[in-house]
Nanobody, 118 residues
Framework: QVHLVESGGGLVQAGGSLRLSCASA????????MGWYRQAPGKQRELVAT?????NLNYADSVWGRFTISGDRNTVTLQMNNLKSEDTAVYYC??????????????WGQGTQVTVSS
């Protein structure tokens, strides 16, 4: 079981910056990937950025060059620069855990609101 604790988010003007942080409440070597998804009103949840346990990074095209993901096996931080109104959404921390070869589990944080005013 993995409990994800999120922090950060809030209200910022367009062009501003915010930082989101997420940590597993219990450190474990079984987490293989952590990252962030977001969901805007009336839209499906979408990938923002992920970082796997080897340090490989993946970004959505819409945030490339503006957002930076970093962290380690049990924590992940999303630095968001040059924010745009279309970045407004609830951001969810995500973790994938693989305790055995056969088993794989996914976990979500409670979500944190990011609002960008134009």
């Amino acid at each position: 079981q993995v409990h994800l604790v999120e922090s950060g988010g809030g209200l910022v003007q367009a062009g501003g910056s915010l930082r989101l942080s997420c940590a597993s409440a219990r450190r474990t070597s079984s987490i293989t990937l952590m990252g962030w998804y977001r969901q805007a009103p009336g839209k499906q949840r979408e990938l923002v950025a992920t970082r796997d346990s080897d340090g490989n990074l993946n970004y959505a095209d819409s945030v490339w060059g503006r957002f930076t993901i970093s962290g380690d096996r049990n924590t992940v931080t999303l630095q968001m620069n040059n924010l745009k109104s279309e970045d407004t959404a609830v951001y969810y921390c995500y973790a994938k855990m693989k305790p055995t070869i056969e088993a794989e589990y996914t976990y979500w944080g409670q979500g944190t609101q990011v609002t960008v005013s134009s």
